[in-house]
């Protein structure tokens, strides 16, 4: 099986049956995901990306306690949206109680989840701000956060009209307000506090 890196594309479409089937080597650490039908592969997550993550996973999860919105998930875990676009590892994916019937015990998440937070890298940027952000887009994804540690920012897109439209903003300091969890805000250096 050829696998391209990145934005490389794949001369065939394959199906989520296949890739499912396909073979990783032994002591690849890589991510594959199936986007339009073309397997995309990437690094595992580097320290500022791990950093974000631990901290939105750690704010979420106490603000989700509180008021008993939804479930939480994070990477890896996988986004089911069709037969061409499956195995997506969106970073941190949450779920309202309203959407629960597209978590399977088995499957992770079969439909359009509540919303999705990706944080971005350098080798990321463009499949996170152009392709994946079209592709939840595509399916309906209600907010979709972009979470960039190198520029200390969070941008919180919300789907209106089919088309996502920036909702909230901060960088460096400043709240981030969401649309999808009720009453959430939260200041952008929580995510990022000051280096020691």
Request: hydrophobic share 35%; proline share 5%; net charge negative.
């Amino acid at each position: 099986m050829q696998v391209r890196n990145e934005m490389e594309t794949l001369s065939k479409k394959m199906t989520y049956a296949t890739f499912r089937k396909m073979e990783i080597p032994e002591g690849d650490t890589s991510i594959y995901e199936l986007i339009h039908g073309e397997v995309v592969k990437r690094a595992s997550p580097n320290t500022p990306h791990q950093c974000a993550a631990r901290q939105l996973v750690y704010v979420l999860e106490h603000y989700n306690r509180e008021k008993k919105a939804g479930e939480l998930f994070f990477a890896p875990y996988d986004v089911y949206f069709d037969e061409e676009n499956a195995g997506i590892q969106p970073d941190l994916v949450f779920v309202s109680n309203e959407r629960k019937f597209v978590v399977r015990e088995n499957n992770g998440i079969v439909g359009a989840p509540d919303l999705i937070v990706e944080i971005i890298s350098k080798s990321t940027i463009d499949k996170d701000r152009v392709i994946k952000k079209d592709l939840y887009e595509q399916f309906g994804v209600r907010e979709y956060w972009i979470v960039d540690p190198r520029n200390r920012s969070i941008e919180v897109y919300l789907l209106d009209n089919n088309r996502y439209r920036l909702f909230s903003f901060a960088a460096e300091e400043g709240p981030i307000n969401s649309s999808v969890l009720p009453g959430f805000v939260m200041e952008v250096n929580t995510v990022f506090p000051e280096e020691e």
